[in-house]
């Protein structure tokens, strides 16, 4: 028997993780499916459980998870905490303590949702990318880290961004791989011209290409550079490699692009030891509670895991048309609906999507 952790977390997290629980009720109920599902507590819900944004026993559970389901973490009411005191940090505990080093999050555009982006149709009609986030590393964990206060009386605040060889080199075959799986072009993100540790990035991509995987076209674009192109020619790419830090901010621009950050779902792997599927949005203090948020992209989360790290393809696939006929039927939640659209809240999107997963 499988087991699935759901960590909702704080915000939307907790609406939008019931909406995914009630469509694997219905696969459970009705396709066979086989799992044993376990609730735990993450960030600011676990701060005001037991104090810490992540405890033992919930980093316990998920070790024993065979996948783990996560809402979102964050509010401002855990604002003014310390750094590492702040929700965001048990999401970071979570993907250190599993070890999770590479995070997919792929952009796709479903065609019903194309007036909802803010680039015109022919520039994102038929984009299908994928981000290949490293997430276990980088300025996110680099040591040391910190604030400081200097002989002046003035403070210094510093982080490091670091990376093994071995580090760039577990993210390069996990890219390349995908690649393979897909059009066999992998375009790998840097500041080479400025930063020694992406100097290294570049160097150890392109030597992992030349030698394990020939038949990859590689190409290299500076951050900077690859987030104008992302805007003036996103169909130009079909995966894109980047550090932790990069990639969370070109995975949110690529995000929007598809019409909404609500859309996106993510997959955090490693070597096939554990795995955590979360959306790629926040948790949206100012819409939480209000029944409006999206919980297609923590759906379509949950169709990764079912793909992923249960073996059925056969499932997710009737996640992902589940989604697509709801989104043909012109059902719409707030963010994805354009003038004339009247939105439906969250928990009526989620059971639109059950209804048509039977
Ligand atoms: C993401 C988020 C997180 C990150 C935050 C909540 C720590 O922005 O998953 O993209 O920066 O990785
Ligand atoms: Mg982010």
Redesign the pocket.
């Known amino acids: 028997m499988k087991r699935i952790l759901i960590l909702p977390g704080d915000g939307i997290g907790a609406e939008v993780c019931s909406g995914a629980e009630r469509v694997l009720e219905a696969l459970i109920e009705e396709h066979g499916l086989e799992v044993e599902v376990e609730h735990g507590l993450i960030g600011g819900a676990s701060i005001e459980a037991c104090g810490a944004p992540l405890s033992e026993a919930a980093l316990r559970a998920a070790h024993r998870a065979d996948a783990v389901l996560l809402g979102a973490?964050?509010g401002p009411q855990w604002d003014d905490l310390p750094l590492d005191q702040r929700p965001?940090k048990g999401?970071?505990q979570l993907r250190s303590g599993l070890d999770l080093f590479a995070n997919l999050r792929p952009a796709t555009v479903f065609p019903e949702l194309i007036g909802a982006s803010s680039l015109r149709p022919e520039f994102i009609e038929g984009l299908n990318l994928l981000i290949v986030r490293e997430l276990a590393g980088g300025i996110?964990f680099g040591e040391p880290r910190g604030l400081q206060t200097d002989a002046d009386g003035g403070r210094t605040a510093f982080n490091t961004c670091r990376y093994s060889e071995a580090e760039i080199e577990r993210i390069a075959r996990f890219a390349f791989a995908a690649a393979r799986r897909r059009s066999g072009r992998l375009c790998s993100i840097d500041k080479a011209n400025v930063l020694e540790v992406t100097r290294l990035w570049r160097e150890v991509f392109t030597r992992i290409g030349a030698e394990e995987f020939p038949d990859i076209e590689l190409s290299h674009l500076y951050v900077d550079n690859a987030a104008m192109q992302l805007v003036s020619n996103p169909k130009q790419f079909d995966v894109i490699a980047a550090d932790n830090l990069f990639g969370?901010i070109l995975?949110?621009q690529a995000a929007e692009l598809t019409g909404s950050l609500g859309m996106l779902p993510s997959a955090s792997l490693n070597d096939g030891s554990a795995a955590l599927y979360?959306p790629?949005h926040?948790s949206a203090p100012d819409i939480a509670g209000t029944d409006s948020a999206n919980p297609l992209a923590m759906i379509l989360s949950l169709g990764l895991l079912l793909r992923y790290s249960l073996d059925r393809a056969d499932l997710a696939d009737r996640i992902d048309r589940a989604v697509a006929a709801t989104l043909a039927e012109g059902i719409r939640t707030r963010d994805i609906a354009v003038a004339g659209e009247t939105p439906v809240g969250c928990t009526e999107m989620a059971e639109h999507v059950r209804e048509r997963c039977r």
Do not use: A, H, K, N
């Open positions: 973490v964050g965001e999401l970071l996110y969370d995975s949110d979360e790629c926040g």
